[in-house]
């Protein structure tokens, strides 16, 4: 009689046959370790290079990429160029840059104006409207299921709300 454990229902055939042909006594080696996968992604008016800026202490922290792969993905919704932190150009270039969803107010107010945006987002009367996040949380999904697994999902702003969402 060769003893079955519970956790023996996650190896694979080859673990397994080793096991058994061995009569329970022949321990099988463990299986490869692989590195931990983590997607990251950006906040509002940024892009891959802001995020892997974003992440680089984390990065550092967590080990080697043969540790930890990080993976960037971009929103797909074109940042306004009058919108785009002019420090963010400065330090990456002209772009592009990009949001998850669209963000807006019917009062028209800050449209052009950083401050008076903020302001207008600190203003209960003001309502904001969402653009295209649910096709972004399609695109998020569809990248998690065609590139996935990952261990870990880190967002900054946009990108943390999309995790959210999640």
Not at 105 to 134: C, L, T, W
């Amino acid at each position: 009689d060769v003893e079955v454990h519970a956790a023996m229902l996650s190896w694979d055939e080859e673990r397994l046959s080793t096991y058994f042909e061995s009569g329970g006594k022949a321990s099988a080696p463990p299986p490869p370790q692989r590195s931990l996968r983590v997607l990251s992604l950006h906040g509002g008016g940024g892009n891959r290079n802001v995020n892997a800026m974003q992440v680089s202490r984390l990065r550092r922290a967590l080990g080697p990429p043969d540790v930890v792969h990080f993976d960037f993905l971009e929103g797909d919704h074109a940042w306004k160029s009058e919108n785009i932190d002019p420090r963010l150009v400065q330090l990456f270039g002209p772009g592009p840059y990009w949001g998850w969803y669209g963000v807006e107010n019917a009062s028209g107010h800050g449209q052009n104006d950083r401050d008076a945006y903020v302001k207008a987002m600190m203003d209960p009367a003001v309502a904001f409207e969402y653009i295209g996040y649910e096709a972004a949380l399609d695109r998020l999904e569809r990248h998690i299921s065609e590139h996935g697994p990952y261990d870990a999902l880190v967002g900054f702003s946009q990108g943390a709300i999309m995790v959210t969402m999640l």
